[in-house]
Structures are given as structure tokens and as C-alpha cells.
């Protein structure tokens, strides 16, 4: 797996905002999600996908050890799908990642409201029932049960901490 994301950072950058700077998805937002599935994707989400193209996203089932859902605009999928190159096509990993990722993945249209309706499978995946909480995770967001990012952000926070000199902004020298 760690093959996997490393091939995917190699492979490039998502589209360019204003003056050639990156739109990320950032932020955390708790909407509701109505029992058809129906939920409204953050405004300032809508500004980065529509940026880059159609009112899209395509969201697929995280393959991490946590139950949430990403979704990203079709060009970064493209590249997270390109990343399965680095496989031989009859390869095992080839076949899970693609398993994984591909087949399990849904493209998801939201009108002018950003409302979209999100799949069953992907609802029961994550274990998302009346609020969900949509995570900004740069060229990609998360969907998840409320109480479930919160027990995971409290543990990535303590782990941010623990590893803070791994991690160096611009311009601080380089991480020991």
C-alpha cells in the first residue's frame, strides 16, 4: 500500500487556482444527510470543484484503516487512477488496488445547492446516518460520521505531536 502512495505522489499536481496556485480542499464542515442520502457538499468544496470543471466529485471507499469516504474532481481521480501503472496488469496488487479504488467508486453529480445524493453502499461504509462531517485533506476531502473523525482526529493530532520534527513548513530549515 505504501508502494501505492507513493507512486500517486509522484505523478503530478491537481488544476491550478488563481494565478497558478493550487485550490485545496481545506476546512471541517458538519452537514446533514437526509434518509435518501442527500447532502450538501460545502460551499467553499463547490468553489474548488467547480474551478476545475463540472459540478463532479468521485467518491470511493478509503482503503486506510478508517471508515470514511474520499471524494476528489475527476482530474485528480485520473491521476490516482494512473498510479495503478506502476502494477503489472496481473499483478495481486493490481488487482486489489484497482478492486479497491475503481470498481468501488461512484461519480457524483451536485446541482446549483451542492446537493448530491450519496450510494447505500458507500453510506454504509462509512456509517453515516443524520450529520456527516466533510474534512478538507488538500486534493481530496473525506466524508464521515461525526463521531468517528472526532476519536480520529484527537489520535492524528497526539501522532502530529509525537512527530513534529518529521515535519518542517517552508523555510525551517531541514526536518532532523
Known amino acids: 500500500m505504501r508502494t501505492f502512495c507513493r507512486l500517486l505522489a509522484s505523478k503530478g499536481s491537481a488544476g491550478k487556482g488563481v494565478k497558478g496556485r493550487m485550490r485545496l480542499f481545506l476546512s471541517t464542515f458538519t452537514n446533514r444527510i437526509d434518509k435518501k442520502g442527500r447532502?450538501?457538499?460545502?460551499?467553499?468544496?463547490?468553489?474548488?470543484?467547480?474551478?476545475?470543471?463540472?459540478?463532479?466529485?468521485?467518491?470511493?471507499?478509503?482503503?486506510?484503516?478508517?471508515?470514511?469516504?474520499?471524494?476528489?474532481?475527476?482530474?485528480?481521480?485520473?491521476?490516482?487512477?494512473?498510479?495503478?501503472?506502476?502494477?503489472?496488469?496481473?499483478?495481486?496488487?493490481?488487482?486489489?488496488?484497482?478492486?479497491?479504488?475503481?470498481?468501488?467508486?461512484?461519480?457524483?453529480?451536485?446541482?446549483?445547492?451542492?446537493?448530491?445524493?450519496?450510494?447505500?453502499?458507500?453510506?454504509?461504509?462509512?456509517?453515516?446516518n443524520g450529520q456527516v462531517t466533510f474534512v478538507g485533506r488538500g486534493k481530496l476531502f473525506q466524508i464521515w460520521n461525526p463521531a468517528d473523525y472526532e476519536t480520529f482526529r484527537v489520535e492524528a493530532r497526539k501522532t502530529a505531536r509525537e512527530r513534529r520534527n518529521a515535519f518542517r513548513l517552508p523555510g525551517q530549515g531541514v526536518a532532523e
Open 39 to 128: 447532502v450538501s457538499i460545502p460551499a467553499p468544496y463547490r468553489a474548488v470543484v467547480s474551478e476545475k470543471g463540472p459540478n463532479t466529485v468521485v467518491a470511493f471507499p478509503s482503503f486506510d484503516d478508517y471508515p470514511c469516504v474520499n471524494c476528489c474532481d475527476y482530474p485528480y481521480f485520473e491521476e490516482i487512477a494512473g498510479g495503478l501503472e506502476g502494477f503489472g496488469l496481473y499483478t495481486d496488487e493490481h488487482a486489489a488496488f484497482a478492486t479497491s479504488i475503481l470498481a468501488d467508486s461512484e461519480v457524483l453529480t451536485f446541482d446549483n445547492d451542492g446537493r448530491f445524493i450519496l450510494p447505500q453502499a458507500l453510506i454504509d461504509f462509512a456509517g453515516l
